[in-house]
């Protein structure tokens, strides 16, 4: 303070809120706060008045008032004496569905394409970057449209494998059909059926399901304490035991003997009546869509992985050759955990992403939560409103839920600093 | 002090904006302010609502929007058509993006209560049916049980699918779709076994295929399905006009009023009733705030009811209804405009 003046006055005056920078950004952030303040409550009260206006309330009793309609895939039962809330969960199931699916393939296939655009081979190169280029500079909505497109009028109507001499027949050992509505696959039987876990409200989970998953589970844990013993014996002995073998025991032998104990079998879809039943029909739409949201999503992804890769340093690959480390082992010990630094922030982005364009499903008739909270229920029950509002919430959950998994995974994948 | 001084600005300005904008006036108002109808219809159904290759938007709906556009404002050609989904015509109407609604809207119960939405009379008995491809060897809907339909959502049919299954204890697929331009071309490329919709619809769809004699409409009739225009809830003067504009119609064809005779007879007719309708007695049009011809240039715009039917949607045309359950009452129909007086 040079200013004598400033320093002798010590009374407050209201001009000292603009030109006194003691209080100036005080006085900045109070007036930004009331201006938005205003205009939400300003949303708000019109909101209210123009509903009052027309004679609408918000209200979420439709939510448990009977559906009416049917839903073409249901992962739980579903039936149209249902509610709209039940409807609303089916059609949330189908989205998470879609986004799993869509996440794994989309970063199995955006690292494949990520590293091979950085292949000494110029042609392999090329052919990823038009593939990127082509795919990220196009709208999703139009690759919805054309991959669902190509099924429906290039596959063939059930009817074509009727009769004795069929124009098209099933493949890979008559287990599956192409259809132009959806891909029949085989169903899984059992001759020792264990029977199923009630959890309420008509979803169960087989027990035979829940062993599997418990075994596979365990495998793994079982070769993360294999590889930990290795690497204890290594660090002791400075030879790495042999451990592939041992792994890949734990992981396959448990689940070869559920599968003999439960007397697991395929059953291939048959032709009855107007479709294929027997099997699981997995609908176009779902493909349609899947499909478009990973070529989609893969493009973007790969470019994260090949900025990443980039971004590490060349002399660490250097370092790591210069101490005799073979280039597998430079990958996997010095340049991925540095890429995945810079990888993991924008990957998160990309899977909330893919997990809200999966909102497009509309398009193929796909029955999302757009389909059924957002589509029939807000158009069988009018309550626009109230339907759209319970979307975006459910989004925003889901995406903040994505997004805080993928924070604690980046905790832990980021460089360690100390 | 300051502050709170510009806070209660704020806060004034604010509740003056808000009611602002929940201020209404009347629709008749607004619309004749605008100089132009806007009025909802189909995306393209040949028949009821579909450019023709001149753009002009022609149909047996179509032809509604131009009766009430020539009552109010006295030109039919002052509408702007707003094509709408099944998803999105009852949001336009209670947003008050259209004014009228004439698109092969079901008149149900909670569209008019719940949904805030006032039909104002039935332009066209209808009935769901199912249409398939003559190879498929289905000779009724009782044999469907299995088959894939495709279904528009957001529609009453989709209800009475589902309901009509479980009464017959079968099972289907549904292929949700969102026009019946996609419709078409899913029912086409054969992604379902059935296409179902109104049956005027099926017939309307039909008649646009290249080869319209390989598919069948399915004898069964499943819903009562009762089209009509709807308008917007609690603007009951607009709702009137729109309800007698579609009896001015209907009341026309009754007592032989076409848009051919109808010079003549306004000059000639001594007949009280067409006197009334015509507005060259008593003062009709005044009770609810329009002129004495309103009811005379409706019919002028495209005809009389059964002139509208038979140019868009009759037996001569490519689409061939017939006229069934919307003949006359007199004819065994269901046809029955109150008298005006």
New interface residues.
């Given amino acids: 303070m040079t200013d004598v003046s400033a320093s002798t006055d010590t009374s407050f005056r209201p001009s000292m809120l603009i030109y006194d920078r003691r209080y100036r950004s005080l006085t900045f952030q109070v007036i930004v706060f009331i201006l938005v303040m205003a205009a939400m409550w300003w949303l708000i009260s019109n909101t209210i008045t123009n509903l009052a206006s027309m004679g609408k309330t918000f209200d979420f009793g439709f939510l448990f008032q009977r559906a009416g309609y049917d839903i073409s895939q249901t992962l739980i039962p579903y039936s149209a004496d249902d509610t709209h809330f039940r409807a609303a969960v089916v059609g949330l199931l189908n989205t998470l569905l879609v986004a799993i699916l869509g996440c794994i393939a989309a970063t199995i296939l955006g690292i494949a394409v990520g590293v091979a655009r950085l292949s000494k081979n110029w042609l392999f190169g090329r052919l990823m970057t038009v593939y990127v280029e082509i795919f990220r500079n196009i709208p999703l909505l139009l690759w919805i449209l054309i991959i669902y497109a190509v099924f429906t009028e290039i596959m063939p109507a059930p009817n074509a494998y009727r009769g004795d001499d069929p124009a098209w027949s099933m493949i890979l050992f008559d287990n599956v059909a192409l259809t132009n509505r959806y891909t029949s696959i085989p169903t899984l039987g059992m001759t020792n059926d264990p029977g199923s876990l009630d959890l309420g409200a008509r979803i169960t989970f087989n027990w035979a399901t829940i062993a599997f998953v418990v075994v596979l589970i365990g495998g793994w844990i079982a070769r993360g304490m294999i590889a930990k013993n290795a690497q204890k014996v290594q660090n002791r002995t400075g030879f790495r035991p042999t451990t592939w073998w041992k792994s890949l025991l734990v992981m396959t032998v448990p689940s070869l003997f559920l599968i003999w104990f439960f007397g697991l079998h395929l059953i291939a879809p048959a032709l009855k009546g107007f479709n294929f039943t027997g099997g699981i029909n997995v609908s176009n739409s779902l493909v349609a869509l899947w499909l478009a949201l990973t070529l989609y999503t893969a493009a973007f992804i790969a470019e994260i992985v090949r900025a990443g890769i980039l971004a590490v340093s060349r002399g660490q690959s250097e370092a790591a050759f210069a101490l005799g480390l073979r280039p597998k082992r430079t990958m996997n010990l010095v340049i991925l955990p540095q890429a995945l630094r810079v990888i993991i922030p924008p990957l998160i982005s990309q899977y909330l992403n893919l997990t809200k364009n999966s909102s497009l499903a509309i398009a193929v008739g796909y029955m999302d939560l757009r389909g059924t909270l957002g589509g029939t229920t807000l158009n069988q029950t009018g309550r626009e409103l109230e339907a759209i509002v319970l979307m975006m919430l459910t989004y925003l959950m889901l995406s903040l839920l994505i997004s805080a998994a993928m924070n604690v995974f980046n905790s832990r994948v980021k460089l360690k600093e100390r | 002090?300051?502050?709170s001084v510009?806070?209660g600005t704020?806060?004034a300005a604010?509740?003056l904006?808000?009611?602002g904008?929940?201020q209404?006036g009347s629709t008749l108002a607004q619309v004749k302010e605008r100089g132009e109808l806007n009025c909802g219809v189909n995306t393209g159904l040949v028949g009821f609502a579909a450019p023709d290759a001149n753009g002009n938007w022609t149909g047996f709906d179509v032809a509604l929007c131009r009766a009430v556009a020539a009552a109010v404002l006295g030109d039919p050609t002052k509408v702007k058509f707003v094509p709408t989904t099944?998803?999105t015509r009852?949001?336009a109407v209670?947003s008050g993006e259209v004014d009228l609604l004439a698109r092969n809207s079901t008149w149900t119960y909670?569209?008019d209560t719940?949904?805030?939405l006032d039909f104002t009379g039935v332009n066209y008995y209808d009935g769901q049916g199912f249409m398939v491809s003559k190879?498929l060897g289905v000779t009724s809907a009782k044999e469907?049980?299995?088959?894939?339909i495709c279904i528009q959502?957001?529609?009453t049919t989709?209800?009475n699918?589902?309901?009509y299954?479980?009464a017959n204890q079968m099972d289907?697929?549904?292929?949700?779709?969102?026009s019946n331009a996609e419709g078409e071309q899913?029912y086409m490329?054969?992604?379902?076994?059935a296409y179902t919709t109104d049956a005027s619809g099926l017939a309307a769809t039909r008649a646009a295929f290249a080869d319209p004699e390989n598919h069948i409409i399915l004898p069964e009739i499943i819903s009562k399905e009762p089209l009509g225009p709807a308008v917007?809830?609690?603007d009951n003067n607009w709702g009137d006009i729109v309800r007698w504009t579609l009896n001015a119609l209907v009341a026309a064809e009754e007592y032989g009023v076409t848009s051919r005779n109808i010079e003549e007879l306004v000059r000639s007719s001594t007949n009280p009733e067409v006197q009334r309708l015509l507005g060259t007695s008593d003062e009709l049009g005044a009770m609810m705030g329009l002129d004495a011809e309103w009811a005379k240039r409706a019919i002028l715009a495209s005809g009389n009811y059964g002139e509208i039917f038979a140019a868009n949607i009759g037996e001569q045309t490519p689409i061939g209804l017939a006229r069934g359950l919307n003949a006359q009452w007199t004819q065994g129909g269901l046809l029955y405009a109150p008298p005006f007086r």
């Fill in positions: 002090m300051t502050k510009f806070l704020v806060a604010t509740l904006a808000g009611m904008m929940a209404e099944g998803q009852f949001t209670s909670s569209r719940d949904l805030k190879d469907l049980d299995g088959a894939t959502t957001g529609t989709e209800l699918l589902a309901d299954f479980r289907y697929t549904p292929v949700n779709i969102d899913q490329a054969g992604a379902c076994d917007r809830h609690g």
